[in-house]
């Protein structure tokens, strides 16, 4: 017979490891940013076999701090500044404990009604948050919807722009538009879907998406005889957190009659500050848009928001309705079904860590997070500038700051390379065209000013 813990002893167990967890985030910045392991140690410290005993939970413990943390990378560390952030937070972790408690499967709202309900509302409160239009709303013709990743929502919406273009063409004639510094989830969808075409564009001085490039190929293709279908713009690209021209690309979009979506996977969050906005002009005529409230907005992967100005086609797409799916509410159609708004069918109560996290900050405690991280990167840009042996390769709207040495691409790696060394904080070497820079990503939960000092001391000593 299975053995269950009885509820004292998951009383215990659980205290300890929220004890685990607090010291954890409280010396998390004491740990070696990144791990100091070779491919295979970590395995090699785990039986070949399962366990065919129950073990005691205090062992599975003992092996938290034995066989796990030394292969951890510490992406919680307030010396984090690699890719950009995957924060967490108090709050979110402790949602995401009671999401796994109550193990609920939210596909259906009779599934679990509470689960469907806050993410509606909840998503509709994040709406006025970022400046969104109102008609994304589940009051209006659009809605939003929580999924796992960016990536799985644009791939969701390069199906359904498919779909909406069945008649015209085959999906093989198909083509979709993106500026070459798109992150790779644009391609990959194009493979998910089907579609023939992706064409990544030449870009602006500033890495931004032109539109005069994206014009005369879409009519260059319309005269080879394909059928333009999508255009995506990013707002806030991976590599240098470039801005495509929003605006500019809804109109040509809207004139061709193509699916416009938005990544805003990193920037999004910066929306929730009215001076960002500058950087969403032209939402209006958009179709789709994508963040990551797990990027930036202390809300632990996965949690990615999708909104669509009209969710019909969408469910259109996405809904297939086998008999045991069938119920009373669903039939009546006063419900939100959220297995029709995206892939999979079963889905985690993932609203309860975003409602969480917002109630528990406050948006103005978001918005000062935001701003504070947006603040120090400036501060960062200001000395890369201001010295001699170094340059920065990209305006910095947001909190990510990329500069290279002046010595070219073999400085340049080699001071990403000692600055990771060291043990002390993480970059991320990148590279556009011939050209290698390191990216300095402010965003983690606990950075501040005298992280950000030390590292700026250490890019000094080690340049
Ligand atoms: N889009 C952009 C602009 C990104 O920077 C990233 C990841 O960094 C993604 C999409 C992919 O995000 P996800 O891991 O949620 O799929």
């Keep these: 017979m299975a053995q269950h813990m009885t509820p004292d002893e998951f009383r215990e167990n659980g205290y300890a490891v929220v004890d685990w967890l607090a010291s954890y985030l409280e010396n998390v910045e004491e740990y070696p940013v990144l791990p100091e392991v070779e491919p295979g140690d970590i395995a090699a410290l785990m039986p070949d076999h399962a366990p065919e005993a129950p073990e005691h939970f205090s062992d599975l413990l003992t092996d938290l701090d034995r066989v796990v943390m030394p292969g951890i990378t510490h992406w919680q560390s307030p010396n984090w500044y690699a890719y950009f952030p995957a924060n967490t937070s108090p709050p979110s972790i ?23 309900e806050i993410e509606t509302k909840v998503l509709d409160w994040l709406v006025d948050m970022l400046g969104l239009p109102s008609g994304w709303k589940s009051d209006g013709p659009g809605g939003g919807v929580i999924q796992m990743s960016a990536s799985d929502s644009t791939h969701a919406v390069l199906v359904v722009a498919r779909e909406r273009a069945r008649y015209k063409a085959n999906a093989q004639d198909m083509v979709v538009y993106v500026s070459n510094q798109a992150h790779s989830s644009v391609e990959k969808g194009c493979t998910v879907a089907g579609i023939g075409h992706c ?45 495509d021209p929003v605006e500019a690309v809804g109109t040509i979009a809207a004139s061709h009659g193509l699916w416009h979506h938005v990544d805003a996977a990193y920037a999004g969050t910066a929306m929730i500050c009215e001076e960002f906005r500058v950087y969403q002009p032209g939402l209006d005529l ?36 086998p008999p045991y799916l069938r119920n009373e509410a669903s039939d009546t159609g006063a419900v939100v079904d ?67 040495h002046v010595g070219g691409n073999d400085a340049t790696r080699a001071l990403a390379d000692a600055l990771n060394a060291t043990g002390r904080v993480a970059v991320t070497p990148s590279q556009i065209d011939d050209e290698w820079f390191i990216r300095v990503s402010i965003g983690q939960t606990y950075t501040e000013q005298r992280h950000v000092d030390a590292l700026w001391d250490l890019v000094d000593e080690l340049a």
């Design 94 to 116: 402790l949602a995401e404990f009671v999401s796994a408690g109550l193990g609920v499967q939210g596909m259906l709202w009779s599934t679990s009604p509470a689960a469907t």
């Design 199 to 243: 064409r990544r564009l030449d870009v602006d001085d500033d890495f931004a998406l032109d539109p005069f490039v994206l014009e005369h190929t879409i009519d260059a293709d319309i005269a080879d005889g394909l059928t333009p279908i999508a255009v995506i713009s990013a707002i806030g690209t991976t590599a240098t957190t470039a801005v």
């Design 286 to 321: 958009v179709d789709s848009y994508t963040f990551n409230p797990h990027k930036w907005m202390m809300v632990n992967f996965d949690c990615n928001v999708l909104w669509v100005a009209d969710r019909e086609p969408l469910i259109d797409t996405m809904s297939i309705l």
């Design 338 to 404: 959220y297995r029709d708004w995206h892939v999979p069918l079963g889905r985690r109560f993932r609203a309860l860590k975003l409602w969480w996290v917002i109630r528990s900050y406050g948006v103005e405690g978001l918005r000062d997070f935001v701003r504070e991280h947006v603040r120090l990167a400036d501060e960062l840009a200001f000395r890369v500038e201001a010295d001699d042996r170094f340059e920065l390769v990209a305006p910095h709207p947001f909190a990510l700051v990329c500069f290279r």
